[in-house]
């Protein structure tokens, strides 16, 4: 089956870093997506993984271990407009029919 | 960069009914969309690939005579919940692959949502 995992709640302080995981357990992978959604809203594309390390994109890094089926979304400087749910997903199989499986997101509040 | 249009954004319909939710890709064309459904404080749940000029595929426990899935041309993918019940008041999200893909999305457009209300 197919199975991703994540943290339900994180709390964080404005100002800090926070790392959210991410773990999966996929019949295949071909690549690792971290998305942002707000609250009755679609999701927003943050990064994306499919070689093993780090790729980082202003205050936001994603970091992949294929061999561990481990991710994890590091959010640096955070502003209070970065409380939302971040939901990690995975790409079982490429070409047209390569959907994406989704965790069940994790909700991240950041206070003052 | 890709855009995908998704109408409307909310609806309350009365059980029983039907109601039909679209998904426009407005500047490329989408031999594949995706619809997902979600419930308060759960994931995004994948019910079924919808594919141009043929069948959609859907996942397993999704009924596809409740809910029909048309995608008659590359650019629009419909969506129908037929004889709605309360317990299908979801929120229902269209996803196309755009072939062009590059390093802005991957690939993957997501339209704006449907909240779906049965009353």
């Known amino acids: 089956g197919q199975n991703i995992d994540q943290p339900t709640e994180m709390t964080a302080t404005e100002g800090a870093i926070v790392q959210i995981n991410c773990t999966y357990q996929?019949?295949?992978?071909?690549?690792l997506f971290w998305y942002q959604q707000h609250a009755g809203e679609a999701p927003t594309f943050l990064s994306y993984?499919?070689?093993?390390g780090l790729e980082e994109k202003g205050r936001f890094s994603s970091f992949l271990s294929r061999s561990k089926g481990y991710s994890y979304l590091l959010l640096k400087e955070l502003q209070m407009k970065d409380s939302a749910s971040y939901l990690c997903?995975?790409?079982?199989?490429?070409?047209?029919?390569?959907?994406?499986?989704f965790g069940k997101g994790t909700k991240l509040s950041v206070k003052p | 960069g890709a855009v995908v249009s998704q109408h409307p954004s909310r609806v309350i319909c009365k059980s029983g009914t039907s109601v039909k939710i679209e998904c426009r890709s407005l500047d490329f064309q989408a031999t594949t969309m995706f619809w997902y459904r979600q419930f308060p404080k759960q994931s995004l749940m994948l019910m079924a690939t919808?594919?141009?000029?043929?069948?959609?595929?859907?996942e397993q426990g999704v009924e596809k005579d409740k809910f029909l899935i048309n995608h008659a041309s590359l650019t629009l993918s419909t969506l129908t919940v037929t004889s709605a019940h309360p317990e299908d008041s979801s929120f229902y999200i269209c996803?196309?692959?755009?072939?062009?893909?590059?390093?802005?999305?991957?690939?993957?457009?997501f339209g704006s949502g449907t909240r779906l209300t049965v009353v």
């Open positions: 996929t019949s295949g992978f071909n690549g």
């Open positions: 996803s196309a692959r755009d072939p062009r893909q590059g390093e802005a999305n991957y690939g993957y457009t």
């Open positions: 997903a995975v790409r079982a199989y490429g070409g047209s029919q390569g959907n994406l499986i």
């Open positions: 919808s594919n141009e000029g043929s069948k959609a595929t859907y």
């Open positions: 993984n499919v070689l093993d």
